[in-house]
């Protein structure tokens, strides 16, 4: 049973938060954000123009110019990151609630998740003590008497989020920028923003210094408004690889910096010696997380050509059992698409594939007992090449590609034969030889017998998968600029 609206839960969604303050939108239109499930609309937002874009980026900026944020030492900083990640736990019901109505990630799945939101804020809160934001090196060789780095913020950071995971992939943004002393302007998804705001609320609620924090919900002319603003000295992006492509090209015309996490086509690499049946039970638990809306998701297997039937079987077994249905229903194992776009997308491309000679094993339909809500049954496709259109686009929905491999060499080969390179992961019980593939596999992350991401490590990819990474030192090291002094002792 789906739960309250959105504005149930939200204090203002009909205005931006801009320099602190609540206030309406210049363009004085709004978004309705569409319930997947229902076909209802959830919540009404204010959408933002190149107005309200302008406005934000110029608090952003006068907060970093002049304002208290950067100077404030790291210690101090991580006193409000820890406020921030102490109310993301108070309000992990309101961000279950949220998440399963705008893009249908299951309820069961998403308070679970969000109950983690918090420890991101406090992870990079930790690091105000042990990072190493100054280095000293002595007697440098080109004079002075000593030298230091000093780790400074890179300063007004545009951070746009996608509608798949926004409470998670914002944190990652938002929390290193922070801590090393940038101002933001979150700039959210027209088809997600619900999480963005409830953080707004958390910034005024613990006395975010005004402008340090500003949130808008925007569509693509006011977000390239905000790539293109020369206020903005970083973008932080998360979404297609076709967008991440303009907005790179776009940074580079006045150098601004940029981390870009995109599309991926991750590979499941089945070695001979891994049994295919429990090989499928885990795919098709992985598959079906998010609907499959997961960018790092294994949507193609690699498997040997003597086990590609069984494997088959065995996913087509694994889907059989899977309850397609409403999010909140914890009798249903996967949610709906997040849009009516999303779900007619799915379906063309596997009609696509099903022209080009490709065999649907199971699914590739609309469920016959939902009339409404953009549901889609989780797919099998079997005897594909690895040329083929099914096997080299990004699907973002629950579909499998089985691929023929004759052996070993040949899986690496299929696996790193894609203009991506987000994630892949091996099979087998050797963990000498699971390391041994997965140092040839190039991508930005490896798993071993399972999908497995953890950004609290890092994340990101190679090739056309982004560039730069998110989470862990290295996304902190994202949002700073190294600064050499070099020295005289006694001035």
């Known amino acids: 049973m789906l739960v309250a609206k959105g504005e149930a839960i939200l204090s203002n969604p009909d205005r931006l938060y801009i320099d602190g303050r609540w206030v309406p939108a210049s ?16 919540l009404t937002v204010a959408e933002a123009d190149e107005t309200d874009i302008d406005r934000a980026v110029e608090a952003a900026r006068r907060a970093f110019d002049s304002g208290p944020w950067p100077r404030m030492t790291h210690a101090e900083r991580a006193v409000y990151l820890r406020m921030i990640g102490d109310a993301m736990d108070r309000r992990v019901d309101d961000i279950a609630a949220i998440w399963p109505n705008e893009m249908g990630i299951l309820h069961a799945m998403a308070h679970p998740f969000a109950g983690t939101i918090g420890d991101v804020y406090r992870y990079y809160a930790g690091l105000a003590d042990s990072f190493a934001w100054e280095e000293r090196f002595d007697n440098p060789p080109m004079g002075g008497d000593y030298a230091l780095i000093v780790n400074e913020p890179v300063g007004v950071v545009g951070a746009i989020v996608p509608w798949n995971a926004p409470v998670n992939i914002m944190a990652f943004k938002l929390a290193p920028a922070l801590i090393a002393g940038c101002t933001a302007v979150l700039k959210l998804s027209p088809e997600a923003p619900g999480t963005g705001y409830l953080l707004a609320e958390i ?20 977000s390239e408004r905000l ?3 020369p206020g903005v000295d970083k973008i932080g992006f998360t979404g297609s690889s076709a967008v991440g492509k303009r907005i790179a090209g776009i940074c580079a015309e006045r150098m601004a910096r940029c981390t870009l996490e995109l599309g991926g086509k991750s590979a499941a690499v089945i070695l001979d010696d891994y049994d295919v049946e429990q090989a499928a039970q885990s ?9 499959g809306q997961i960018c790092s998701s294994l949507t193609r297997v690699v498997v040997g050509a003597d086990r590609h039937d069984r494997l088959v ?9 899977v309850a397609v249905g409403d999010p909140f229903d914890p009798a249903v194992s996967m949610g709906p698409l997040a849009m009516r776009r999303q779900r007619d997308l799915v379906e063309e491309m596997v009609r696509r594939a099903e022209s080009d000679g490709n065999r649907i094993v199971t699914g590739g339909k609309r469920p016959a007992h939902l009339n409404r809500g953009w549901f889609f049954e989780p797919t099998v496709i079997a005897n594909a090449d690895n040329s083929d259109f099914i096997a080299r686009e990004e699907i973002f929905g629950p579909v499998l590609t089985v691929i023929k491999a004759r052996d070993e060499d040949d899986a690496v080969a299929i696996a790193n034969d894609t203009r991506f390179g987000l994630n892949n992961s091996v099979f087998t019980q050797d963990a000498a030889k699971a390391y041994r593939v997965a140092r040839r596999l190039r991508s930005g992350t490896v798993g071993h017998n399972a999908w497995r991401s953890d950004m609290s490590i890092g994340f990101g990819g190679f090739k056309e998968s982004g560039i730069g990474r998110e989470g862990g030192i290295n996304g902190l090291r994202a949002y700073l600029e190294p600064k050499t002094l070099i020295m005289e002792n006694g001035g």
């Open 283 to 291: 795919l098709v638990g992985s598959a079906c997380a998010m609907t």
């Open 313 to 321: 079987d065995a996913l087509a077994a694994g889907f059989s059992q």
């Open 203 to 222: 910034a005024e609620e613990i006395g975010l210094p005004p402008g340090v924090l500003n949130v808008v919900t925007a569509d693509r002319a006011a």
């Open 27 to 42: 363009s004085h239109r709004f978004i309705d954000v569409i319930a997947p499930a229902t076909e209802d609309v959830f």
């Open 227 to 229: 790539v293109r603003h």
